[in-house]
């Protein structure tokens, strides 16, 4: 049965602002109590979904989430009406109220890790949604990120949804930017990689700087809940000096794309044994384009997001690269790429850079952005017939006003205390479950 590889991008949230909450990622603590532009950047986020539709590749669009987060404003003790939590907040714990504004919830990379029908054992799409306890902020996403995707993916001939893993160290779980996947078509069986930083039971090296996320424990599981058909999993070891030079998920050093796998060389503890197991386990040849620190240095890449570029397989053969700008404005980078798509070796003919700077001082790439789901014809025609998710040119019409409409043009951290901020970003937020048919999946909608 033919399949495509839909992307599901985040849609920029209202109250995009720089926290500076993420420890590990370089850029967010860099940027941290910058004055951002919402508008921008959900344009930004926006062009960058038009553009992959425009190539004929199907694009799906995610919700962003409520924000201010009230609801756990109240459970850590804020009383009152939803202006006086704000106030308190804003008062006596401002890093609080911050990441209780975030709108991390735009990388989409980290919402899930999801598993085509042609890998599981039951023949449906599995989906687990991250757990992602290593971040506040993000910890607060699970619930509402679980109830979107059972609404978009709502059929149960197709999808098998489970819930997010028990929400601890243990099982911590970052969701498909730890997870990768080759093949020889995107419908044919495949064989997913899952990229761990640590282990609760093994001894292994760990980073120094920064604390690894993703575990060795969680990732089992996923592959277990998942019921991938034997022997459809590997996992491989994140390299510790990759952790502590930025790289706090796997897909800021490392993209795969059916038959083609772009990494650093430093990304992984072991890259050459990796590239010799999956040569093992593949029936059909494997492009391994591997960058030296010579080609580009680790700190470079994690600069410019290099590897976070998105390989996308093209509708008349081939594929190509959507690399962000900042790779264009990189002597290195630019000088790799271009190596890359003139070697014949790979299927990859062409590169394209796209402008998300936005997104980017926040930490985050086109890869980022996107949670990538490979969908067969019945499964994507039961998410047209249930909501309006995947981008056309209305919807992309009716988005961009609906931006225009709503979004202001700047947020300073001063301004995340304004009560208005929240009332602006539920209006906005009703409308857009309307305009994408999802009815209503906020809290503050059931009420």
Partial sequence: MSSCEVNFDGLVGPTHNYGGLAVGNVAAAENALAESHPREAA??????????????????????????????LRKLGFTGDDASIISQAAAVAPGLLR??????????????????????????????????????????????TAAILRRIFS????????DPLPPNLYCADEGAANHMRLCRDHGEAGLEIFVFGRSANLKLVKPVKFPARQTLEASEAISRLHKLQYGRAMFVQQNPDAVDAGAFHNDVLAVSNCNVLF????????GHEMEENITRWCDYPVNFIRASEFDISMAEAVRTYLFNSQIISLPGGGMMILAPSECQESGSAKTLLERVIEDTANPI???????????????????????????????????????????????????????????????????LSDPSLLRESRAALDELTNMLSLGPIYEFQKL
Avoid at 43 to 71: E, F, H, N, T, Y
């Fill in 155 to 162: 059929d149960e001939r197709y999808f098998a949804h489970h």
């Fill in 43 to 72: 344009l930004q986020g926006l062009a960058k979904m038009k553009r992959i539709g425009d190539l004929g590749i199907r694009q799906g669009v995610l919700p962003p989430q409520d924000r201010p987060a009230l609801s756990m």
């Fill in 99 to 144: 990441a209780c504004c975030s709108a991390s919830s735009m990388w989409a990379a980290n919402a899930a890790t999801i598993s085509p029908s042609t890998d599981t054992h039951d023949n449906r799409v599995h989906i687990t949604p991250a757990n992602l306890p290593s971040q506040f902020h993000r910890s607060i996403e699970p619930p509402v």
């Fill in 349 to 415: 003919t062409r590169v394209e850079y796209v402008n998300l700077r936005q997104s980017m001082r926040n930490g985050g790439g086109p890869a980022c952005l996107r949670l990538r789901v490979v969908l067969t014809e019945p499964e994507l025609t039961s998410v047209s017939r249930n909501s309006r998710v995947i981008l056309d040119q209305s919807l992309y019409d009716d988005l961009k006003a609906w931006i225009e409409r709503h979004y202001r043009d700047r947020i300073s951290p001063g301004d």
């Fill in 263 to 270: 990494y650093h060389e430093g990304a992984f503890l072991n």
